[in-house]
């Protein structure tokens, strides 16, 4: 869920964080039976100006006129970069200390193993390895070539990129349903049809997991999708996402608006190193659904002191940088 790269974990992550009144009783006394202070660690009622990275929405809803007791969350895409990119080699441009992430221990897993220790039996089913990289950015585009037939469609569209689809019920007194889906799509400028064929694949799986919460749970449940989408403004992959191609008659399964471009327009950059500034990463809003943002996270203009000569620094620890808002669920 958190890299740069198309496979390791499943790209950017939306950080979903609900806050909720936590309850008014003490909790239970710790063994020694002195009791300790209890303080609230959340509130349900968040306020925008306490924290001065979001910025207040003019549009937004006063608490009153807001619904659902005035229930509010707080979403996050952000495209941390892999620890396999954090070497100087990758970044020449950042100061060497910024790339350091201390790992203190590490355990991995290989399910190969377990040939090892148990006997095989007829219910136990093989399966051929996987030898593909598992980063394809890091080899460019001598790797496009080394994976077979760029030409071939089957060669072309296996990508290893990912996509994540989960339904979140709010809680009380709300209730309200909300899918959040999170994507990484493949990063070469050149393959603009691979892009695009991904694009349109996760929009209809993301219509058909949204048909299956709506039978499932009798309801409308709102969407958002985020992530990094490699595709600038205006492009034919951010074009088709907003429904606002006119070369196209394939139109989105679902109506989508995106959430910076709706309320003072897309971020100057998104992500910044010397070779590439521009703009990657997105949240999108599904039409009519019952969510309404409340303040934006500010992003960083050009000229920046914390972006100047390129990211990662000491001020943003990948190459691209976070984007997220404040959510207000409205009555239904």
């Known amino acids: 869920m958190l890299l740069k790269p198309q496979a390791i974990w499943a790209a950017s992550l939306p950080l979903f964080l609900g806050r909720r009144l936590l309850p008014k009783s003490s909790p239970s006394p710790p063994p020694s039976g002195r009791r300790l202070p209890f303080r609230p660690i959340c509130k349900r009622r968040m306020s925008?100006?306490?924290?001065?990275?979001?910025?207040?929405?003019?549009?937004?809803?006063?608490?009153?006129?807001?619904?659902?007791?005035?229930?509010?969350?707080?979403?996050?895409?952000?495209?941390?970069?892999?620890?396999?990119?954090?070497?100087?080699?990758?970044?020449?441009?950042?100061?060497?200390?910024?790339?350091?992430?201390?790992?203190?221990?590490?355990?991995?897993?290989?399910?190969?193993?377990?040939?090892?220790?148990?006997?095989?039996?007829?219910?136990v089913i093989s399966a051929p390895s996987n030898n593909s990289s598992p980063s394809e950015e890091s080899s460019g585009k001598e790797d496009n070539k080394k994976r077979g037939d760029p030409n071939d469609p089957?060669?072309?569209?296996?990508?290893?990129?990912?996509?994540?689809?989960?339904?979140?019920?709010?809680g009380d007194p709300c209730e309200h349903i909300l899918i959040v889906a999170n994507t990484h799509i493949y990063w070469d400028p050149e393959w603009i049809d691979v892009k695009l064929a991904q694009a349109k694949y996760l929009l209809s799986k993301v219509s058909e997991f949204e048909k299956i919460i709506a039978n499932k749970f009798t309801c409308k449940p709102s969407v958002i999708i985020a992530g990094d989408f490699n595709s600038?403004?205006?492009?034919?992959?951010?074009?088709?996402?907003?429904?606002?191609?006119?070369?196209?008659?394939?139109?989105?399964l679902i109506k989508l608006h995106s959430l910076y471009a709706e309320n003072g327009g897309e971020p100057e950059f998104t992500n910044c190193t010397?070779?590439?500034?521009?703009?990657?990463?997105?949240?999108?809003?599904?039409?009519?659904?019952?969510?309404?943002?409340?303040?934006?996270?500010?992003?960083?203009?050009?000229?920046?002191?914390?972006?100047?000569?390129?990211?990662?620094?000491?001020?943003?620890?990948?190459?691209?940088?976070?984007?997220?808002?404040?959510?207000?669920?409205?009555?239904?």
């Open 48 to 123: 925008a100006q306490a924290d001065p990275r979001f910025a207040p929405l003019p549009t937004a809803q006063s608490e009153a006129d807001a619904g659902a007791d005035g229930y509010q969350f707080r979403l996050v895409s952000y495209n941390i970069l892999a620890q396999v990119y954090v070497k100087s080699a990758f970044f020449p441009h950042s100061p060497s200390a910024s790339l350091n992430v201390e790992l203190l221990q590490k355990e991995v897993i290989h399910y190969n193993d377990l040939v090892e220790t148990c006997h095989l039996n007829d219910n």
């Open 154 to 170: 089957r060669v072309r569209l296996k990508r290893d990129c990912v996509g994540l689809l989960a339904a979140f019920k709010l």
């Open 232 to 252: 600038t403004p205006g492009d034919k992959v951010y074009n088709y996402l907003v429904s606002a191609s006119s070369e196209s008659t394939d139109e989105a």
């Open 274 to 332: 010397p070779g590439f500034t521009g703009t990657l990463d997105y949240i999108f809003l599904s039409e009519g659904g019952s969510v309404k943002p409340t303040s934006l996270l500010r992003i960083p203009r050009g000229g920046s002191p914390d972006v100047e000569g390129g990211l990662p620094n000491f001020h943003h620890p990948s190459d691209h940088l976070p984007i997220g808002a404040d959510f207000q669920v409205l009555s239904s």
